[in-house]
């Protein structure tokens, strides 16, 4: 089965179109190696997906016949994706939320130069 359906069938991409995508821009690697949409997968081939900024690693155990039910994807390939990829995702959307009381509106440029301010004296 060529990657960029096996990528659709486990649930990776919404399209197959998508999957084709990602290949083209380098976002899918099996065994550390780049690859093409038609690339061929193989049982045991180890496959990197980055998808959200976070490198998803996965081990093909079987090809599907045609797209699975989310509750199926499991048979066919062992998620191998270490936790720290995901913690650091959750510790960069924390870094970018500034809280804001609500019905404020937009900052005005004194409100911004004072958050950054803030920000400044922080990292000293």
Do not use: H
């Not at 390939?77 to 609500?102: I, S």
């Amino acid at each position: 089965m060529r990657i960029d359906q096996y990528l659709w069938c486990v649930r990776y991409f919404k399209s197959r179109s998508l999957a084709s995508q990602a290949c083209r821009k380098g976002a899918i690697k099996i065994n550390n190696a780049t690859v093409k949409p038609s690339r061929e997968v193989l049982p045991l081939d180890r496959i990197e997906v980055r998808k959200e900024q976070i490198w998803y690693q996965m081990t093909v155990l079987d090809i599907p016949k045609s797209r699975v039910g989310a509750k199926l994807v499991d048979i066919y390939r062992q998620d191998t994706t270490p936790k720290t990829a995901f913690e650091q995702k959750e510790m960069q959307a924390l870094d970018a939320f500034q809280p804001r009381e609500k019905g404020l509106g937009r900052p005005t440029k004194k409100d911004r130069r004072s958050m950054e301010g803030f920000l400044d004296d922080e990292s000293e």
